[in-house]
């Protein structure tokens, strides 16, 4: 008999346009992984939320984040795509692990500092609770792995930290996720700073690479892309922005560092710019023309969706009943 295979939750947020750096440090590999893994793919609504949004749009952008995401390959008979909102167990199983999630370890969280910065005007009790409701998402699909970027690694530690806390004091009902890191693109670089991961917030147009960029933007873009003064094109991670210029350039021609090396010996910056942005130019042609002809396709759209809460919803419910047993609700 086959192997069982390892269930992935994955969720990504409606809000703003899916970037370069979103592509190949996540969807990129949620593509290539259907058939190694029993995927489940989230459009995770109501973490949107923690930010205000107009409700009008917020319904636009998450069919238009649906459309995107089956543009770039992900396929609804290989996976379950759904939205969040759709399933209600995401919030009631959100609210018992907040019961059992301490105050202190909640305050540690790196990425509630960043964003109470960034929006002292608006620090409310959903940013807050926002890592309950991430475990809530990844443990009511007894998920094996969760694909994260380095920097979300302590979401995965506060998951696995709680679930062993409820097996602990009642029985074993939650498997301990594991982050599933990817070895290549897991963090792509702001192009006018490539200090600075590449992020759908940056107040610089001109910092990321939209996957609905036209041509003459993406070069434009790339052209004022950060490098340095060395003029040397190689593989090396001092020269922070030449690297992340390679670095894209090889997940997208799948050439290899040397091939790539060997290609720009000799050649500038600006012929480096203008290859990295021909090969995105050429790569998301085919996803921004499957983008256009879904987005007309609402009908289609939402029959993927129904069907994809439909095959959430029955592993979650069920997962929900015996979950809020073991703490004696009804």
């Known amino acids: 008999m086959p192997l069982e295979k390892k269930r992935v939750f994955s969720g990504i947020q409606p809000t703003g346009n899916i970037h370069l750096g979103n592509y190949l440090g996540a969807i990129k590999n949620w593509v290539q992984s259907q058939e190694q893994y029993e995927n489940i793919f989230c459009i995770v609504n109501a973490h949107a939320i923690t930010t205000k949004q107009d409700p009008h749009l917020l319904k636009q952008m998450t069919y238009n984040l649906a459309a995107m995401l089956l543009a770039c390959g992900i396929d609804p008979k290989k996976s379950i795509l759904f939205i969040q909102s759709e399933v209600n167990e995401h919030a009631c199983l959100a609210w018992i692990l907040d019961c059992f999630i301490p105050m202190g370890e909640m305050s540690r969280m790196t990425q509630f500092k960043d964003k109470s910065q960034k929006n002292a005007h608006n620090i409310n009790v959903g940013l807050f609770n926002y890592p309950a409701l991430m475990a809530a998402d990844i443990l009511l699909y007894d998920t094996d792995y969760v694909p994260v970027g380095e920097d979300q690694q302590q979401h995965i530690e506060l998951t696995r930290n709680v679930a062993l806390k409820f097996n602990t004091e009642y029985k074993t009902v939650f498997k301990l996720p594991e982050a599933l890191i990817p070895k290549q693109g897991a963090r792509i670089m702001s192009l006018s700073d490539p200090e600075k991961k590449m992020s759908k917030s940056d107040t610089k147009p001109h910092s990321i690479i939209s996957l609905l960029d036209s041509p003459d933007e993406i070069f434009a873009k790339f052209k004022r892309s950060t490098t340095d003064s060395l003029n040397s094109i190689s593989f090396n991670k001092e020269q922070k922005g030449v690297y992340n210029l390679l670095s894209i350039y090889q997940l997208l021609s799948q050439k290899t560092k040397e091939d790539i090396e ?46 994809g809460a439909n095959k959430a919803r029955e592993i979650a419910s069920h997962r929900y009943s015996i979950i809020k047993e073991c703490v004696g609700l009804l």
Do not use: C, M, W
């Open 262 to 307: 060997k290609e720009f010996f000799n050649v500038g910056y600006g012929e480096l710019k203008k290859r990295v942005a021909q090969v995105v130019v050429e790569y998301f042609a085919p996803i921004q023309e499957n983008y256009y002809k879904l987005q007309k396709e609402q009908d289609y759209l939402h029959s993927i969706l129904t069907e």
